[in-house]
């Protein structure tokens, strides 16, 4: 009777943990597109805005104090395009940076990896003695993710300290995974986002 | 407060059962699925299919048992892509949300009658653990409450052997409002076996 109830447990807890919730199956599963805006900026009257070429990477280059790396051209060059038809769409004018821009649109690359180290030796709490394990094969122990962020400043508003107030911005972030063509196209979908979910940028 | 809550209602259940050493005990398993309400629907409004009971009482009188009561249920609702706004911040994504619920139980049954079918009803008392989750991304919001537990029940006994029957209950977990969370329900039907030793 005992090993009855043992087993019936035993086989209720075993179903239930092969049947638990999976989550995300696909890489797009994981975009998410976050937007955030100044209320106190009257979008309507400004008209122009200028961008850069290329979209900077947030790198250790950088923040060591070396010179910037930039995205390379086979992605920037789609999602600067999207924003700037996008812009366009919602009746802005895209002028040079000397022309006295209403707006100014900084984008920036940001590529975060999270690496697990199941094998480190973190387990002496529970087994004194013991440095972790290793692997006799390849695993898979880390992600990147890739953050485009695009904030749009207003250069004729400055701080006491000569800072431009930063009135609008968005970032599409997802994992950095798939082809070339599918990463342009999440992208370039999180960019169209943004901007549907931020009406307050028509100015048409 | 939380641990002394969960400590006290062992010792009530202890002291209830002590006295009676000679009575029959029953031990059931089962299969529980839930359905969501108040707090808790709002944030998984999908029937939960991932659940087991576990109980075990001790009579202590005739028609009258008392005893312990836990139980496992996952909720899970993969919302559609969909923007969630907050004052002037918007986020876009896909969400997937999970609930795991642990309820832990003083419970006390009352069987009508005698027979092959015995019906029976129930009261419990104890502590709820929800461990909610909200995934984003490669981002969770996680929140873990307790919460201060009721739950009336009601349901049949089947015998179908000398030290085996069969349990089909409905229990009605109701969660009370904390400072940090609203007061939520789960309407529990379970079915599984019951063995009875003296």
């Known amino acids: 009777m005992k090993i009855l109830k043992v087993l019936s447990l035993t086989a209720i807890v075993f179903l239930l943990t092969q049947c638990y919730p999976e989550g995300p199956q696909y890489v797009e599963e994981m975009d998410l597109v976050y937007t955030n805006y100044d209320p106190s900026t009257d979008f309507t009257s400004k008209h122009t ?49 000397d022309k006295n821009p209403d707006m100014l649109l900084a984008p920036v690359a940001y590529e975060l990896t999270t690496t697990y180290y199941y094998g480190g030796g973190y387990w002496d709490w529970w087994y004194g003695g013991w440095y972790g394990w290793y692997y006799p094969y390849p695993v898979t122990t880390s992600y990147s993710t890739g953050s485009l962020i695009v904030t749009m400043l207003d250069p004729n508003n400055l701080s006491p300290d000569d800072k431009m107030r930063a009135v609008w911005g968005f970032v599409v972030n997802g994992l950095l995974e798939g082809s070339t063509t599918d990463f342009v196209n999440r992208y370039t979908k999180g960019i169209n986002q943004a901007y549907t979910q931020s009406p307050y940028l028509k100015i048409n | 407060m939380k641990k002394i809550l969960i400590i006290t209602l062992m010792l009530a259940a202890g002291v209830f059962i002590t006295p009676v050493v000679s009575a029959q005990s029953f031990t059931s398993i089962q299969y529980t699925m839930g359905i969501p309400t108040g707090g808790l629907k709002n944030h998984v409004d999908k029937i939960s299919w991932r659940g087991f009971t576990f109980e075990w009482q001790k009579e202590v009188a005739p028609s009258v048992s008392v005893g312990v009561n836990f139980a496992w249920s996952t909720f899970y609702e993969r919302k559609d892509y969909a923007s969630y706004t907050r004052d002037n911040a918007t986020l876009s994504g896909i969400q997937y949300r999970y609930d795991n619920l642990f309820p832990m139980l003083v419970n006390a049954h009352y069987t009508i009658g005698t027979g092959t079918v015995v019906p029976y009803v129930g009261l419990g008392i104890g502590t709820m653990y929800d461990l909610r989750n909200t995934d984003m991304g490669t981002w969770t919001i996680e929140e873990n409450n307790w919460h201060f537990l009721m739950s009336p029940e009601a349901g049949f006994i089947f015998d179908v052997a000398p030290d085996v029957s069969l349990k089909l209950n409905a229990k009605y977990d109701y969660a009370f409002k904390i400072k940090e969370a609203d007061a939520f329900g789960n309407l529990n039907i379970s079915f599984g076996v019951v063995f009875n030793s003296w």
């Open chain 1, 49 to 97: 805005y200028a961008i850069p070429d290329k979209i900077m990477k947030i790198d250790d280059d950088l923040i060591n104090g070396g010179d910037p790396n930039f995205v390379d051209a086979i992605y920037a060059v789609p999602m600067l395009d999207r924003i700037n038809q996008n812009m366009s769409n919602n009746g802005w004018t895209k002028v040079d940076k």
